[in-house]
Structure formats: C-alpha cells, structure tokens
C-alpha cells in the first residue's frame, strides 16, 4: 500500500480557520497588552523594562542648567550665568568651564545651543539676539557679527559634511519666522563668518521650533536636490528642490500652500529618525492635540510636491498625576484609580523617536508609546528626588544615546531591546515577512509566525502558499498532510511535502526517505494524469521538475524501490534519468540498446565516462551498429585493447559498408577494426602479440598487400611468425611470405621464393645478412648451419641470384649482360664464381675486363701474402735474439739492499730482483699478489707453495718456475697492477678508520 493510500484511508481532519487567533501563538510568558494607553503585565517591566533613567556624571556639581546638547559623545551644558561646560578628553577634568561674557547683563542669558553632528561646532544663542559660535579648537566664544538681532530657534546641520573645521552650508530658523542660510568656518583658529542670506519667511510672525534638510539620493544626469522640512507652533512646511537652497526657495515664490496646519503647541518640537546614519526614513512633529507622524519618500518630487506619506496623528498617552511620581511605576498605580492618581491627557515637555518608539518626557517621567499600533509600552520614573521637574530630551543623531536633564541632574535613558515585541505586533497586522526579520535566531518565535502566516493563507483559500508555510512549522505532519488530503489538493500537499523536506534535520534521514518516496509517488501519478496529447506542454514541466527532484534527492532515495515504483508505472524516461543520477549507466545503456538507439547508448558511455568493464560488455552490439563511432570512442578511453577483440571480430566491414552507404554516415570504406588496432599500434606502441597478430590477420584478407608489407617491414615484430607466414601463404600474399622468411632468417627460402615475386626482392634479401645476424634461428629449422660465415652465407645467396638470372635467361648475350651488372651491385662475387653457369664454349668477350680486373685482384693478394710471410719471418728470428739475450741478463744486489716491501735485508733469504731494481722478498711479493689474484689463481698458488715446500729437498724446479710466473710476472710497484690501483680507495670501507670518521 502506498503512503498516500494509507493516509487517505485515515479519519479525515475538519479544518476550518476562518480569522487568524494569534492567541494561540502567543508564548506562555505573560506579555504587553497593545491596548491604547494601557500598560499590562507591570511585574515584566518591572523586571526588564525597555527604557530606564540612569543618572549620568553623578560626580558632577551643577546648577542651574538651562539646556543639555550630546553629539558623538561630545557634551555640551548650557547654564545660568552665560556658561558653557563642555566636555574634553582629559579624565582628570572632564569638561571646560568657558565664560562666554566676561559681565553679563540681566538680558545675556542663554536661549538656546546648537551642536553640530561630529561635536566640534556650537552655536549659541542669547535672549539679548546677540550669537556666538565654539569651535573646538577655541578656546572663548566668538561673536557672530552677522547674525545680530537674530534670535535662533532652530539649526539645520549638514549630516553628510566631513570637514571638522567647517559647518559646510546650514540653515537657521528664527523667532520670527525667517528663515537664513550661512557657513562658519574655523581656521588656524581664526573664525570665518559668510554673509547670512535670508532664504525665506513664514508670514506668522512665530518661532521655527523645528528645522531639518536631507538630500535626494543621487540619480544619473539630475541636479543635487534637496528636501527641507520647517515646523512652528501650528505649521509643519515642507520644500523640494534644488541645486542650491537659493534656488530652492525661489521656486516656492509662487506656491503657497505648501504646509499643514494643526492646533498649536508652544512646545512644538521636530524629531526625525534615519537608519544607521542614512537617509531619514521617517519623522514626528508634538502639536497639539498629538503626535503628527508620517514616512518619508525619496523620489522623483518636484517643488510642490510631497516626500510625506503615511501621514497620521496621533493623541497623546493618558498620564496619571500622582503625589509620588518620582519612583517607577508600581502595579497599584497603575491597576487603580484612587483619589491620589487621576489620568489626563498631558502635552509633553519633549521627546524623541526612536526606530519603534516615540518617547515622550514629562516633568518626572518618561511615556514609550509603540510606532507599530501607538499603544503605551513603557513607562519610567525618574527614580530619584529632582529639583524641579525634567526640562528636555536630547537624542545622539551618531550614537543613538538619550539623554535627559533637569535643573541639577542629568540623565541617560537607557534603551533594552526595544525591538522585543516588534515582531508580535507586525504579526497582528499581518505583515509577516517583517514579523520574520524581527525573530531574530529564535526558532519558538519564527514557528509561530509561520504557523499564523500559514493558516491566514489557508483560510483565504491560498492553498499553495499555505503548504510552503505548514512545512516551516513544527505542526504536525499527519495532520497537515490529512488536512490537504481532505479537500483534495495534491498540488498543495507536494508543495508541502517539498517544504518539509527542506527544513527536517540532516539527522531524520528516516524521515527524508519516506517523504522522497511519497513524493515520488506523486510525481509518477501526475505525469500518468498527463499523458494524454493534449498535455504535452504540463506533461514536459513536470517530468522536468520530477528530474530536478530525484536529482536534489538522491542520497535520500532508496535504490531499489524508486526503481521498482517507475517501473510499475511504465515510465521508462524516468528510469533512464533516474539511472543516470544514480549513476547505473549499465542500466541505461541497456535500455538505449534494446530500443536500437544505439547513438544515445554510446553517448551515455562517452559523456559519464563509464568504466572499461561497460565498454567490453556492450561494444560487440554498439560495433556491428555504429563502428565509426564506436572507435573514435574507444580512442578517448583508456581501454585494454585486448578485450575489444571480440568485438572487432563481430565487424563485419562489407555488412557496415552497406549500412553506412544507406545513411549517408562518415567512415563509409574504412576498415574500422584496421584503423583501432593500427592506432593501438602506432600510437599507443601496443606491444600486445594478440593484437598484433589480429591486426596481421585482417591486413592479411585484404586483396591489396600494402598495408600488410608496410606492417612487416616495422623494425620490431611482435607478433607470431610462424602464424603470419600461414596465414600469407594462405591468402597468397608471396612478397609478405619473403618478408617472413627474411625475418625467420631463412634468407635461402626468402632468396627463392622472391626470385619466383621479384629478382629486386630478392637481390635486397640477399643483402640483408650483411645487416641481420649471422647466427640462424635453430627454432625454424633453416637450411644453413649456425657455423657458415656471414661472407660465405651472403655469397651463396648471391650465387643463387646469378644462377637463377644465367639460367631463366634464354638470351645468353642478355644474361652476359646482367650478369656484369650483377658484379657490379654485389662485391661478394667475383667473375670466377659466375663463369660456371654460363654454357660451355660460350664467348665470354663481355668479361674481359671482369677477367682481368679478377687476375690482378689475386696477383695483389700473393704479394700481399709473400709480404706477410716474410714479416712473421723476421719476427721469428727477433724473438729468438731476444730468448738468447736474456739468458745472459744479470743484475746487481748490493749487500745492504733491503726488501722495497718490508725493509728487511734482502740477503736473509730468497728474493725477486725486477728489471725495474725493485728488490723483494719472495714471501713478500706473494703476500702483495695474493690481494690481486682471482679466486682460481689464489688456489692454484696455495697449491704450487705447498708442493714447492715438500719437494724442495728433491730439487722439483718445475714447480717453482710456474709459481714465479704466477706471482712474479711484474713488479708490483711499476706493473700493470699499480695503474689498476688507481680507482680503488687508500681505505676499504669496512676498514676500522673509516668508522672512525663518521659523525655522531
């Protein structure tokens, strides 16, 4: 029974979705009730709330701190009395107390300050409208001359300026509604103020609480352009355009609706939030009734247009009043309502945004509400006694740090995990993909996800994307597969299998294989639902997706049942793509050859570079089919030739002819089993005698006998040459059978039998000997005995040359004449040897000058001979002199000579006396011949020594005479001995100073 049968035969699972309860995804852990302002489950934030006030520079004594600036970690404090501090890098005194006035008036108290993003520039502006401008590298302030009478509510920094020493191109909002352009510039410490162009003007006579510019992201061909955005206390403007911020308000003359209007807040403030330091993503403005909040889009705008989308307000959290709100939140004041705690709905003093949070700031506490639903996250107490209340928030646009401050105290708010919740809250407003971002590597989380995003798809009737999302969840598999069955989507269901084997374990290979194995199943059914003609297009596409399939799916697959499941099914394309993943290609070339496709089985073989043992098995079919193919294969395989030899011998080259005529095909002619086995030999230098004797064999059943004389005359013959020669006298080939004879030596069999071919043939027979070894293969039987001499051999070849030309030539004045020119090619025979195959009282005028050229030869050699003689003659009486000489040939000894050897006297017993006057004992010069004598004359003389001391009463002299010409024959200091010794080492190797120089 089949998987999918045996499901199908369960009690069928009712399923019915409807809406997604994400209920039932939520963790067991308590969590944030999104309520609108409500915060639940105090005891968890309690325990690990999102944003906590921490005191900051506790060391620090101040007062009367008027307003808190942080960028790049550089702090700034505005106080009481026209001071700024302002922090350095020394440990010992962390920040710079510096007077901007030397005597302020009662008016020259500070109104704002303004601190560039990389910390080095800060404006500062006095409610007398008098402004200065800090650079880090001064050491006072300096007065902008060009900026009086202008009370600064709001700066405009260039985020993407990188020049320390410079502001780069800023704008400035004032008290008034107007609008300026300038650059500061500090150089050598010196300051440079540019002129202050006033670019623009409100008509509202009211502070521009709030200024920001960003630039367009840059697009091929198109001018730099510029998005400004403006608030005041009831406007929020917005301008478009570009290159320059002239240019861009002179645009904005003409149009004048280019703003929203609200009720008014006299705190109003502007926040944007960018990502990582990039382009600003999106913005908030405090007005009054609430939170004016929206997206940002760059595009294709132009003056009048909108980079505000999503544009919503708001209302601000409820906030309790409470008599102790200096102290986190408890559950009591916030479960309760009492006399003591009364909700209302409160501006607040200001606030910041965060990536999902707008955190609002109240006299001594701090409100989170979500971006994501506007619900009340979080709450925050001061936690400590404060004078006052808290005066504003402050946001690090570089380290994203918050910071807060009151009249003596400041604050960091400490952000943890804010981005908790997100992906719960993306997943109530279905937005899954974004859910999934925020789950991070939390399997729990991203299952329920799944889960939720799969059940939505399914209660929409998107059966597909709900399969693909049922098998990234851990639900289980029997019911998510029954719940697909139910409704009869098998479509829906293999798309869910396909995903549930994506994502099981490499360990649940149990597992893999049962899913493989339905889903091939499947696969098999659908293409046998496809079958039909009308189909072919669905059935190509899913016989392409199920061989992609089997081959991701291989390792996971049992052999021998996926065969047996394709097989039952009769689809036998499927077989053969399956054979090849697995890599049984005996398999496919076995089915290629039954259905005669013999191409597509050869191409099997030549592109999965099959092993040797399938090319033996199938080349004699694939040779009496496709033989021109079949060989250029074998040359790009490393083959053993011999075992292709009963292939080659189905070839039938007349049958192949006829077929390859009929298709046209190339090679047509060509004796393929000729060209393999002529390539295995001359390419390959096979040495192989059966294929070399094959090779003979076939040359040898051609009528043309070329190539086979071409293939015997090669230097080396490896093959038989017993079974070439029957074989050449069996087809009549008799040049190739003198070749044979030649190379058997039977040079008198080859004489005459290629007298009977060609007399040529045989004259260069005849010469071989003179080449050949002389020495005849006893093995063939030859005529000619192993002692006949190479001259003598030659020479009778030669006489049976001329015998055959003198006798087989009926003109004797022909044969005369060939017989001259026989004399003349062959220096063996002289006119003697010939003359007797000519007739008897035949004129032999044409050998006159043979005849006499002959004669002088032989008077030439007796002088030669007489010369000789009388050398040995001479020599013979010189050496006679010489015997006679030197039996009268003495020497002199004095009486102190001692031994060359051992130095003794010589006297003191028998000695040798050398013609050199070397003089030395006999024992000593026996001793030192000793070390030269081979092993049979070492003998020899142990055994003349012996006989010598036993017969030397008895006067035995013969023996002592063979003894000195054994080992007095040459001295051994000035003998042939001594230059012998030359090559050997003063020190044998086994000799004990020789160890003694090896190093340890």
Request: proline share 4%; charged share 25%.
């Amino acid at each position: 029974m089949s998987i999918l049968s045996a499901l199908e035969g369960n009690d069928r699972v009712v399923y019915s979705p409807g809406a997604v309860d994400l209920s039932s995804y939520e963790d067991t852990n308590p969590r944030v009730n999104v309520n609108p302002g409500r915060v639940n489950n105090v005891k968890e934030e309690e325990k690990n709330p999102m944003f906590v006030f921490s005191q900051a520079l506790p060391k620090l004594q101040i007062k009367g701190l008027i307003q808190l600036v942080v960028c790049s970690d550089v702090i700034v404090l505005a106080l009481e009395g026209c001071v700024i501090r302002r922090s350095n890098s020394d440990p010992k005194e962390p920040f710079d107390n510096i007077e901007i006035l030397a005597k302020p008036r009662p008016q020259d108290r500070i109104h704002k300050v303004f601190l560039d993003p990389m910390g080095n520039s800060l404006i500062i502006s006095l409610e007398s409208r008098e402004n200065y401008f800090l650079h880090s590298s001064f050491p006072k302030p300096r007065l902008l001359s060009r900026l009086k009478n202008i009370k600064i509510e709001s700066v405009a920094w260039d985020s993407q300026n990188t020049d320390s020493s410079s502001t780069s191109n800023i704008l400035l909002g004032s008290d008034d509604g107007h609008l300026y352009e300038t650059v500061l510039e500090a150089k050598d410490k010196t300051l440079i103020e540019h002129k202050a162009k006033q670019l623009y003007s409100m008509n509202e006579q009211m502070p521009v609480t709030g200024l920001h510019f960003e630039r367009f992201p840059e697009a091929p061909k198109d001018p730099t352009k510029f998005l400004i955005v403006a608030s005041t206390p009831t406007r929020l403007y917005q301008f478009i355009g570009g290159p320059t911020f002239e240019a861009l308000f002179l645009s904005y003359e003409h149009i004048s609706k280019n703003y929203y209007e609200l009720q008014p807040n006299p705190r109003s403030e502007l926040r944007f939030f960018s990502p990582h330091g990039g382009l600003s993503k999106s913005f908030a403005w405090t007005t009054g009734p609430g939170i004016y909040n929206g997206a940002l889009r760059f595009g294709s705008q132009k003056p009048g247009d909108s980079a505000m989308v999503d544009c919503k307000s708001i209302p601000y959290p409820p906030t309790s009043s409470s008599s102790n709100n200096n102290n986190s939140l408890s559950s009591n004041n916030l479960s309760s309502t009492n006399s003591s705690s009364v909700e209302t709905q409160m501006k607040p003093i200001s606030f910041v945004i965060t990536e999902f949070h707008y955190v609002l700031l109240y006299d001594k506490k701090l409100i989170a509400v979500s971006v994501l639903n506007n619900a009340v996250t979080n709450e925050a107490g001061v936690g400590k006694p404060i004078r006052g209340s808290l005066l504003g928030f402050h946001h690090d646009p570089v380290t994203r740090a918050i910071w807060a401050w009151s009249d003596d105290s400041i604050f960091e708010v400490r952000v943890k995990d804010e981005s908790r919740d997100v992906w719960r809250l993306l997943l109530q407003n279905n937005q899954f993909t974004a859910a999934l971002e925020y789950c991070k590597d939390e399997p729990e989380k991203r299952d329920k996800v799944y889960r939720a995003q799969a059940d939505h798809y399914f209660s929409i009737k998107s059966y597909e994307l709900a399969a693909e999302f049922f098998g990234k969840t851990s639900r289980s598999f029997e019911e998510v597969a029954l719940l697909f069955l139910n409704i009869n989507e098998k479509d829906a269901l293999k798309t869910y299998l396909m995903e549930k084997l994506r994502n099981l374990r490499p360990k649940e290979a149990t597992q893999k294989t049962m899913i493989c194995t339905w889903l091939t199943e499947m696969f098999l059914n659908k293409l046998t639902m496809l079958s039909d003609k009308d189909k072919e297009e669905q059935y190509g596409e899913v016989q392409n997706e199920f061989s992609d399939f089997l081959a991701a799916n291989v390792e996971h697959l049992n052999k021998a049942t996926t065969f047996n499941l394709i097989s039952s099914h009769g689809r036998a394309e499927m077989l053969v793509v399956f054979a090849i993943i697995v890599e049984d290609y005996e398999k496919v070339i076995h089915y290629y050859i039954q259905n005669a496709e013999y191409e597509q089985a050869l191409k099997i073989m030549t592109n999965h570079r099959v092993s040797p043992e399938v090319y033996y098995k199938f080349s004699p079919v694939l040779m009496t089919h496709i033989p021109t193919r079949l060989v250029s294969a074998w040359k790009s395989a490393n083959l053993n030739p011999r075992k292709l030899i009963p292939a080659l011998m189905k070839y039938d080259h007349n049958k192949s002819n006829i077929r390859s005529n009929i298709n046209n095909n190339t090679g047509a002619g060509v004796n393929q089993a000729i060209l393999y086995l002529d390539y295995c030999v001359n390419t390959l230098r096979n040495e192989d005698p059966a294929i070399h004797n094959y090779l003979l064999s076939l040359y040898a059943q051609q009528r043309n006998d070329t190539d086979l004389i071409r293939f015997l005359k090669q230097p080396e013959a490896h093959y038989d040459l017993k079974y070439a020669l029957r074989l050449c006298t069996k087809y009549n080939h008799q040049r190739a059978c003198v070749i044979i004879y030649s190379a058997m030596n039977l040079h008198e069999e080859a004489v005459d039998l290629a007298l009977r071919v060609d007399i040529e043939l045989a004259k260069e027979i005849a010469g071989k000997p003179d080449t050949d070894n002389s020495l005849l293969l006893s093995e063939f039987g030859g005529g000619t005995s192993g002692e006949v001499s190479e001259m003598e051999l030659r020479k009778k070849l030669w006489l049976r040359i001329a015998r055959h030309i003198v006798e087989h030539e009926k003109d004797i004045k022909k044969a005369i004449e060939n017989g001259v020119q026989l004399l003349d090619t062959c220096k063996v025979l002289k006119i003697e040897d010939i003359l007797p195959f000519f007739p008897q009282f035949e004129v032999i005028d044409e050998f006159r000058s043979e005849i006499i050229s002959s004669l002088k030869d032989y008077n030439q050699h007796i002088e030669d001979l007489k010369e000789e003689m009388n050398y040995a003659t001479k020599s013979a009486e010189d050496i006679r002199l010489d015997i006679q000489e030197s039996r009268s040939r003495y020497g002199t000894v004095k009486s102190g000579q001692r031994c060359d050897i051992c130095g003794s006297l010589v006297r003191e017993t028998n000695f040798y006396l050398f013609p050199c006057q070397h003089v030395m004992h006999i024992g000593c010069q026996v001793r030192e011949m000793e070390k030269h004598l081979s092993g049979a004359d070492l003998e020899r003389l142990r055994r003349l020594q012996r006989d010598v001391e036993m017969g030397m009463g008895n006067g035995d002299g013969g023996k002592m005479e063979e003894m000195d010409e054994l080992v007095a024959g040459e001295c051994v200091f000035c003998g042939d001995l001594m230059i012998s010794e030359i090559e050997k080492a003063f020190i044998a190797p086994q000799e004990e100073a020789v160890r003694s120089w090896y190093l340890n």
